[in-house]
């Protein structure tokens, strides 16, 4: 907000804002008249108001002398008794501990032994007996000294259940004074306050008008000058209140008082400080109530620890008063105060003011660090609160029921996921993530009568232990794993009654790879790109982006709040009917799959095909949510190499993977799960059926999988029959269907090239997707540009039952909803489109020139290569060095690889994954075209259209 900002350069307070050197070097060096103290940091440091002084510069608030009496609570005290204000019973400074037990005992117990200069509640202890109170006094007076730099203790006698009322003061520093109100503080956790509110409650109106003449007598007294608040403990049983100390400058719950007189407190210190000080005899007016809750980000399950982290989520209020430093994408650190925000509410009486306070709780939500939004939704809906039955020890023994669980062992691989995951940006490179078995996940969530969308927890191999913190319904689903509650056997597949307190435990699995536990009405995680799934490999979605952790603390769906957006769950918690639990007790699977996009005799050569469905696949140890890699026969290919898409017979120019492809990457088969990169260069042979997916979340490690071919209509019944199965509830497991007696041809249509126009392919990719394929095998723009003209008209006709169109270099993969339209309509629509495709060869692109920093053979990319030979592929042609191997396969000196890459230009199509990390770079000049194959002097890459090198590329240096 301010129209300066001045770095002061360092992480820690010591560093920044309690450096005077550098506030003072920073006012010099902008110029500035004055300093606004704020809340904490120097706000109340003699020295630097002294030294603000001697520099010339004015002090937004009392002056030094004023801070260092007011500071001692010893002298504070002398000050507010010479003005009459009541004081607690109690001493001045106590010098041994033989004089403190005497003192203490006249006193009567219990007694508060106190650091003169003590704050923030260090320096401050309670004694109840007279055998503690000599021990005590030592502590507190090492206390005062080690902290604040002062030994001074004195002894006051406490008052059992005390309210903490303070008065706004303003002295003009010549001897007025005025109080514009007071403020209850009383709910203080560790001494720090959680809920402030004003008009005090149950406060008789003599005594609230005794306190305002007290805290006026005290500032006129000594001259004060600027804000400060003078704070009381009220005994409501006697209808007393003693002085307590004085804050020198404005306080952090300053905003509830200025919501009630409509005063801008911040705008009179600065006219008190220029000299111009308010009228102090014109009435100060309070109107309804008000109260301020303080958002932390400390976490409540977890003793209120300290909770750093980027905030990935954040929206307070817009009709209330909201006072912050954060907004999404703030960073959190630990080095201090945990203060997020101050939620601010003004009613017409206390009542109206408690219920938008409720409101404006329930709609304010903050993701990426834990913070006490639930603790304060707790409390503002107690009894106690509302009754106003506070006091500053009241919190010390409140229950607060957490709406959450903790983790106390994560397991080996525990995500939040939900169904169907992250639809819509494949095309860019962002996977689905969701869960590995969505069959099993989506049973869980029905017997706990949960929404399909509600996020549940994804196990992998060993699960997690859990300690629940509220009473809730959860359910196991998936591979067989021992599942106990407080060491109790509980059965899978069924609804789980869990107590507040109740632990947990989901063991090592005995079958299957993967179990799902739901918990009713889901977990309270943010949406990321419309969905909740973590794609821990992205950093994404989730909690926080990643696998879950020892003492994470996830807060259970509340979807009665406005700030959960979780759907309410629809039915009544029911164990799964047997007949539809699926068998994971398996070492030999059989998976159906769709033939295509490549196949025979293009591709593979027949013979290849049929062995691929003869024989078992073995999966690899190297098989995760990004893929499960498999072992078996070496294909046989039915062309030498990838022709200008690379040297291997599996490299294809760049085009996006369909989800369940069975990609050769090399001679190594791998199918692509839902972490898995959308886009890349290897031929894929088959599609696993979407509806046997779940089967592939299901494998480990050392089972074989048997591929049998279905058709495309066989593929979209079962998954069909499927969902109804979860629907219903009802029925049997759907059994396969009739596989393929041969496999088919991928290949759904073709159109021959014209004279105007290049050939076009139609591929089925699974029964979900279709690959478009244009022209031949060959690098060139203009059939990129046919491919962009292709998914215009399908946006301009709104073409039925597309799901998202995702370009390759010369093809596009379309998704389609086969329950919608049927991949023979859909193939028939896309022919009859290409003839209305004009042909052009003067077409334009947006462009401009990026110059990229580059960095060759450093040492992330060599251990990238080390990593990769020692566990995926030993004998790649280009290892053990890309370098040598660019230079060796194009007859060219090592050096020449440098001096063509930094030379080179490149055209960017724009094709990017997110794991990939680089888009799809033409070379535009061709003697630097030898990324990954032979340098080819006849080819050119520069389009006949307006494109041209030096108005579209990047520039490597």
Known sequence: MADIAIPLNGTSAAETYINVEKIVKACKDSGAEAVVPGYGFLSENADFSDRLEAEGIVFVGPSGDAIRKLGLKHSAREIAEKAGVPLVPGSGLVSSPAEAREIAAKLEYPVMVKSTAGGGGIGLQKVDSEEDIERVFETVQHQGQAYFGDSGVFLERFVENARHVEIQMFGDGKGKAIALGERDCSLQRRNQKIIEETPAPNLPEATRSKMRSAAEQLGASMNYKCAGTVEFIYDEKRDEFYFLEVNARLQVEHPITEMVTGLDLVEWMLYIAADMSPDFNVPITVTGASMEARLYAENPVKDFMPSPGQLIEVKFPEWARVDTWVKTGTTVTREYDPTLAKIIVHGKDRADALNKLRQALNETVVYGCTTNIDYLRSIANSTMFETAKVATKVLDSYDYNANAFEIVSPGAYTTVQD????????????????????????????????????????????????????????????????????????????????????????????????????????????EYLGSRSTFALGNLGGYNGRVLKLGDVLFLGQPNIAACTLPAPVAEPTAAPKALIANVDNKEWTVAVTCGPHGSPDFFKQESVIDFFKNSWKVHYNSNRFGVRLIGPKPQWARPDGGEAGLHPSNAHDYVYSLGAINFTGDEPVILTCDGPSLGGFVCQAVVAQAEMWKIGQVKPGDSINFVPISFDDAVELKSKQDETIESFTGEFPALPKQLSEPESPILAQIPAGETSPSVTYRQAGDRYILVEYGENIMDLNLSYRVHKLIEMVEIHKTVGIVEMSQGVRSVLVEFDGTKVHQKTLVDIFVAYEKEVAFTNKWSVKSRVIKLPMAFEDKKTLDAVTRYSETIRSDAPWLPNNVDFIANVNNIARKDVYDMLYAARFLVLGLGDVFLGAPCAVPLDPRHRFLGTKYNPSRTFTPNGTVEPSQFGINYH
């Not at 789980?496 to 435990?505: F, M, N, S, T, Y």
């Open 419 to 526: 169904y169907p995951g992250r639809v819509g940006y494949w095309r860019i490179g962002v996977p689905p993530s969701g869960p590995m078995d969505s069959y099993n996940f989506r049973l869980a969530n029905r017997i706990v009568g949960n929404h399909f969308k509600a996020p549940a927890i994804e196990i992998t191999l060993n699960g997690p232990t859990i300690l629940f913190h509220h009473a809730t319904v959860v359910a196991v689903t998936g591979g067989n794993a021992p599942v106990t509650v407080n060491g109790e056997a509980r059965s899978m597949f069924e609804p789980i009654e869990i107590k507040r307190g109740d632990k947990l435990a989901i063991g090592k699995l005995t079958t299957g790879c993967r179990s799902y536990l739901s918990i009713r009405g889901g977990i309270d995680v943010t």
